[in-house]
């Protein structure tokens, strides 16, 4: 059975950081491409970033590209997040989900098998 559990969101200031980091059981770690979602209250859920399976290439969305930063631990089926100068828009709920999607469609969330529950993140002063 696979689980993705994320942790680490909570209430931070704008200009803060915040390291988000989601836990993988159930799936063999290293074939997976790993991708953090989030989704703001009235809004869709939109893609954050990747890690590929093989070679460990980032990508990023447009609006966190040089703020975050997607990493990756194989031997601990781990993949985090780091969130810096984080903004008030940067608030939402973030989902891990792991897959196995071409290049082209990295950011497509419906190429993603499996998802986590998600963790609250909360922007503001």
């Known amino acids: 059975q696979v689980q993705l559990v994320e942790s680490g969101g909570g209430l931070v200031q704008p200009g803060g950081s915040l390291r988000l980091s989601c836990a993988a059981s159930?799936?063999?770690?290293?074939?997976?491409?790993m991708a953090w979602f989030r989704q703001a209250p009235g809004k869709e859920r939109e893609f954050v970033g990747v890690i590929r399976s093989s070679g460990g290439s980032t990508y990023y969305a447009d609006s966190v590209k040089g703020r975050f930063t997607i990493s990756r631990d194989n031997a601990k089926n781990m993949v985090y997040l780091q969130m810096n100068i984080l903004k008030p828009e940067d608030t939402a709920v973030y989902y891990c989900?792991?897959?196995?999607?071409?290049?082209?469609?990295?950011?497509?969330?419906?190429?993603?098998?499996?998802w986590g529950l998600g963790t609250q993140v909360t922007v503001s002063s």
């Open positions: 989900a792991a897959g196995t999607p071409i290049l082209s469609a990295v950011a497509v969330s419906s190429m993603y098998h499996h």
């Open positions: 159930g799936v063999t770690f290293s074939r997976y491409s």
